[in-house]
């Protein structure tokens, strides 16, 4: 019968050659693909949490040779251990990994400093248990929360439905894995969605500093497919029905086939249709239907055009702030080194 220290040392080795762990052990597999599937005592003591319960190889083999499951074999030497041949791996599958989250809770609250052994071992109450995975930073320090794949799905239910789970006193969060995921999903998501509307509301304020006169504004239509006219040819034409007219803003590209004007003047553009017959402008040789833009109409498409200029000045002011930064840099260092010489 293995003792308590055997029984510790089989489940850590029954973990790495386990059907959690070994799909997902980059390393474990590529030492599988040297040696038959044998990995010798040696190699498996590099790993910390199995040498911090012995570091004596022949401890470790005469406790795996103790195993009742029969998911791991010892060599005839006694230097190596292996998965049993006869129980292959599962498939690391999409359906796999579903049924794996079926059974696997979240649970928080447990100290920062612990160790993943007594973790395991305080775990073993409401077991059986077939994974305990510690959640870390992103410089390896425990968070204090934790994965736990339990042996199916009830028993995963049990631990969650508990009245109270306290560990050294700190009651501990439970929760499903998939639960815990669309929480975070969601809280992702509201911080996008804030940092959104904060940005949202801080380009809508300063477009409330842009104040764009009424009555300026005309959609003009009536280009047909393939006709060409440029901007420049439309503001010339404007001109010469109405030389005292000053055109702030023609937004219109080559081969478009409709565009928007703006004057600059209060009423300018109420002025100008007036000037014209049957409210249409010919240049080279193609008619403009123009009309003068009003109501929700006239508010949206100055909305639009203030956004469109705020976006462009605030581009424009940080492409500058970030020359500006290189270029202190660069005088920075060039100053220094006249310095030094």
Same mark, same amino acid.
């Given at each position: ?20 762990? *070994? &799909? ?7 030492? *599988? ?8 005592? @040696? ?6 949490? =199995?040498?911090?319960?012995? +570091? ?11 195993? @009742? ?20 791996? &599962?498939? *690391? ?5 579903? +049924? =794996? ?9 447990? &100290? ?14 409401? $077991? &059986? ?73 801080? *380009?809508e304020e300063k477009c409330k500093q842009l104040e764009y006169p009424k009555g300026a504004a005309i959609h003009f239509t009536g280009i047909p497919e ?14 010469? %029905?109405? +030389? ?10 080559? $081969?478009? %086939?409709? $565009? ?9 553009? %109420?002025?100008?249709?007036?000037? =014209? ?14 009309? %003068? ?16 200029v705020t976006k462009m000045r605030e581009k424009a002011k940080l492409g500058k702030n970030n020359r500006k930064r290189r270029g202190n840099f660069s005088?920075?260092? @060039? ?7």
């Amino acid at each position: 019968m293995a003792s308590e220290l055997e029984s510790k040392i089989i489940r850590q080795i029954e973990y790495y050659f386990g059907n959690i762990n *070994l &799909p997902r052990d980059k390393f474990m597999q590529e030492k *599988l693909k040297e040696d038959d599937g044998w990995i010798s005592l @040696e190699v498996l003591l590099t790993f910390k949490r =199995l040498a911090s319960l012995s +570091e004596d190889p022949e401890v470790i083999a005469t406790a795996v040779e103790k195993a @009742e499951n029969g998911l791991v074999e010892v060599s005839e030497d006694r230097k190596k251990i292996r998965r049993n041949p006869d129980l292959p791996l &599962p498939e *690391l599958n999409d359906a796999r990994k579903k +049924e =794996l989250m079926e059974r696997t809770a979240y649970a928080k609250g447990f &100290p920062l400093d612990e160790s993943l052994n007594e973790i395991i071992s305080f775990m073993d109450q409401y $077991g &059986p248990v077939d994974s305990v995975n510690r959640r870390s930073t992103k410089d390896h320090k425990f968070k204090g929360s934790c994965f736990i794949i339990f042996k199916d799905k009830d028993t995963c239910q049990k631990f969650i439905d508990q009245e109270s789970v306290k560990y050294k006193d700190t009651e501990l969060i439970r929760k499903w894995q998939d639960k815990y995921f669309a929480e975070k999903k969601k809280e992702y998501e509201d911080r996008v969605k804030s940092k959104k509307d904060k940005k949202q509301a801080k *380009l809508e304020e300063k477009c409330k500093q842009l104040e764009y006169p009424k009555g300026a504004a005309i959609h003009f239509t009536g280009i047909p497919e393939g006709k060409s006219l440029t901007r420049e040819e439309i503001k010339e034409k404007i001109v010469q %029905v109405d +030389e005292s007219v000053t055109v702030s803003f023609i937004e219109f590209y080559k $081969g478009d %086939v409709e $565009g928007y004007l703006r004057f600059s003047a209060e009423n300018a553009a %109420v002025d100008f249709v007036k000037k =014209l017959t049957d409210e249409e402008l010919e240049v080279s040789e193609v008619k403009l239907k123009l009309k %003068v833009l009003e109501g929700t109409e006239e508010e949206e498409y100055l909305k639009k055009t203030a956004e469109a200029v705020t976006k462009m000045r605030e581009k424009a002011k940080l492409g500058k702030n970030n020359r500006k930064r290189r270029g202190n840099f660069s005088n920075g260092r @060039e100053s220094k080194t006249k310095k030094t010489e």
